[in-house]
């Protein structure tokens, strides 16, 4: 994670035209990936921390702000097709509820990006 100052300080070029900012909670360590329902509270709590203050940063400098990389392990950490997500559905149910709210106040709040989507169709070599 960037500090406030590096993101005021390379945001506040004017050629910049939006902010950027990533949230990765497993590899920030704000849950446990063998324990994501327990440790889920707390990671929702530090998103909804960790993006106000980009957003109140985008605010002050008039630019809207992206979560340009996202990112949310499955159910219990692992990769296989099977295994559920309802944690990361939930997670990313967060970060969209965020964005429309910020639409609807007309707030800076401006989109997000998945980050290694891998659409729609199976992998042709088996991920266990």
Known sequence: MESR???IRTNAVPAVDYLTFHIWPLNWSWIDSK???KT???CEANTR???????KIAGKMNKPA???ELGFPRDDGGYALSTPTSLRDRFY????AMVQDSARKEGPFAGTNFWAWGGEDAPSIPIS
């Open 93 to 96: 149910g967060l970060i969209f």
């Open 66 to 68: 992206v979560a340009e």
């Open 40 to 42: 889920y509270d707390v």
């Open 35 to 37: 324990n994501l329902a």
């Open 49 to 55: 921390k960790y993006i106000a203050t980009h957003l």
């Open 5 to 7: 100052e590096c993101v």
